[in-house]
């Protein structure tokens, strides 16, 4: 399957507002990131795992907290991680 990248000037003017990431992500310099995250919970949990579908494959997170049934409905942690580090869940 061919993909195309599609420009800015062949959107609709609503299209181009909801498409303001077009041409901003880069696969090789996402790749080249590390990124820090303080704290993997309800936001933290959520970043990273969005930044890792975007290609970044380098963290640096610090949570000292463990994955409790609590944090299963409100934090993108599965019931197998259930009393891992956050950190090593994510």
């Given at each position: 399957?061919?993909?195309?990248?599609?420009?800015?000037?062949?959107?609709?003017?609503?299209?181009?507002?909801?498409?303001?990431?077009?041409?901003?992500?880069?696969?090789?310099k996402?790749?080249?990131l590390?990124?820090?995250?303080?704290?993997?919970?309800?936001?933290?949990?959520?970043?990273?795992?969005?930044?890792?579908?975007?290609?970044?494959?380098?963290?640096?997170?610090?949570?000292?907290?463990t994955?409790?049934?609590?944090?299963?409905?409100?934090?993108?942690?599965?019931?197998?991680?259930?009393?891992?580090?956050?950190?090593?869940?994510?």
């Amino acid at each position: 399957m061919e993909t195309k990248l599609i420009s800015e000037d062949a959107l609709t003017p609503f299209a181009q507002r909801r498409a303001r990431h077009l041409g901003l992500v880069n696969p090789e310099k996402v790749q080249n990131l590390n990124v820090t995250l303080i704290g993997v919970g309800a936001i933290g949990s959520f970043a990273a795992s969005q930044l890792a579908r975007m290609g970044v494959t380098r963290f640096t997170l610090y949570d000292a907290d463990t994955v409790d049934t609590v944090n299963i409905g409100v934090q993108d942690f599965q019931l197998a991680d259930l009393t891992l580090p956050k950190v090593s869940a994510m």
